[in-house]
């Protein structure tokens, strides 16, 4: 079986995007007058809680775009045979079959041709989206239980690609992904996907921290400097003594006073102050504040996204990248913003999804809808229903 991949041309008053990830299974309700409703789970919720709430909100027959999970799919950049556009697809699969893995016949296949201006014109390439026709099926099947009719399979790649075009974001424009364990870097321009990179990284090796998280730390660092302070009080007072010992009985006598210290008074004094200062020596970090990421994986993350700069800039022959997108789904970036700006060139930020396509595409976002960057993904099949 061939799936058929262009898109319907019959429409409907509401249709759904849903992203099939198995770490962020995701739908969008969407309309004429914008976003309807939304719904992001997660991992442990899984594509079972995804299908519960679309039988309890999606009508019979209600067209979808389904946007297949990184699993389901393999992307390859090849080199794109002398044909006309609408033949690519055809033609490239005679290059491709090695690459697979599985027997080419067996494969959904569907070629997108890089612009001409890529690799400075020296070459033409072509991504492929490769899916094995047992996968699609299983997919189908899936979405007609639900009583949803299938128009259209995308992937991630591409999904991205249409929010970027609702709110214009014509520049070349980078989007950074991050999973649990790893993530994946996407560079766009003027409409098109020109290169995409697997990050060996992800969210949990970063170790973010969190406003609770650096809070508790602050009042641990205010603790340490009181004690700190009262140390010192205690350090000054016994030099004070010290230099009346030495004015009135000699270096000698310092000495001897020293050896008859009962260190156990001392310790019992110091826990008195750490009581009453309300010290935890559990909380306690050290003298240097706590770092809010991971500095060394940031750095290794750096090296990773300015890797794929690099390549975009002097390899493709492409212009100098000036956006970065952080996207997480609701993890709060801010700190990693903050740590890798300045080491790159390219303005940094982790979007706010929703106020973007209120504000630069006009598009209505329903009340009910609290958080888009988690359903992005599913909001881009949406969007591709919704512009053909």
């Known amino acids: ?202 969210i949990d090796a970063l170790d973010i921290q969190h406003d609770e998280n650096v809070t508790a730390e602050a009042d641990s660092e205010e603790v340490t400097s009181a004690t700190d302070d009262v140390n010192a009080e205690d350090i000054n007072a016994e030099d004070i003594n010290a230099e009346e010992l030495i004015l009135e009985d000699g270096i000698e006598e310092i000495s001897i006073i020293n050896d008859e210290v009962d260190l156990s008074e001392l310790e019992l004094e110091l826990e008195t102050v750490e009581e009453n200062l309300g010290f935890d020596q559990e909380a306690y970090v050290g003298f240097s504040p706590k770092s809010k990421v991971n500095e060394q994986q940031v750095q290794n993350l750096v090296l990773e996204v300015q890797r794929s700069l690099d390549y975009y800039e002097s390899q493709l022959g492409m212009g100098q990248i000036t956006q970065l997108w952080l996207m997480g789904g609701n993890v709060d970036l801010t700190y990693l913003v903050d740590a890798m700006q300045p080491a790159l060139t390219a303005h940094i930020e982790q979007p706010d999804i929703a106020d973007k396509l209120q504000q630069q595409a006009g598009i209505k976002i329903s009340d009910n809808v609290t958080d888009m960057n988690q359903s992005v993904t599913a909001l881009g099949g949406a969007l591709a229903y919704a512009s053909n």
């Not at 946007?67 to 090849?78: A, C, R, S, T, W």
């Not at 079959?97 to 612009?115: C, S, Y």
């Not at 989007?175 to 990284?201: F, K, S, W």
Request: charged fraction near 20%; glycine fraction near 6%; charge should be negative.
């Open 1 to 202: 079986m061939k799936f058929r991949w262009p898109f319907s041309k019959i429409k409907h008053k509401q249709w759904v995007g849903i992203n099939v990830s198995a770490l962020t299974p995701s739908a969008v309700i969407y309309s004429n007058e914008g976003v309807v409703d939304a719904i992001t789970y997660d991992k442990e919720q899984g594509i079972e809680a995804l299908a519960l709430w679309l039988k309890k909100h999606v009508s019979h027959g209600m067209p979808a775009v389904l946007i297949l999970d990184d699993d389901d799919y393999e992307l390859l950049l090849v080199e794109a045979p002398n044909v006309p556009d609408e033949e690519l697809s055809a033609a490239i699969e005679f290059r491709i079959g090695d690459l697979l893995g599985q027997p080419v016949e067996d494969t959904a296949i569907q070629a997108i041709r890089l612009p001409s201006d890529a690799y400075r014109g020296r070459m033409s390439m072509a991504h492929v989206i490769a899916s094995p026709n047992a996968t699609i099926k299983a997919r189908v099947a899936w979405a007609e239980q639900l009583h949803l009719a299938v128009e259209v399979i995308t992937v991630p790649e591409l999904s991205l690609l249409n929010v970027l075009a609702a709110i214009s974001v014509e520049q070349g424009i980078a989007l950074l992904e991050l999973g649990p364990n790893h993530g994946c870097i996407r560079l766009y321009q003027d409409g098109a996907l020109y290169l995409t990179r697997q990050v060996e990284m992800g």
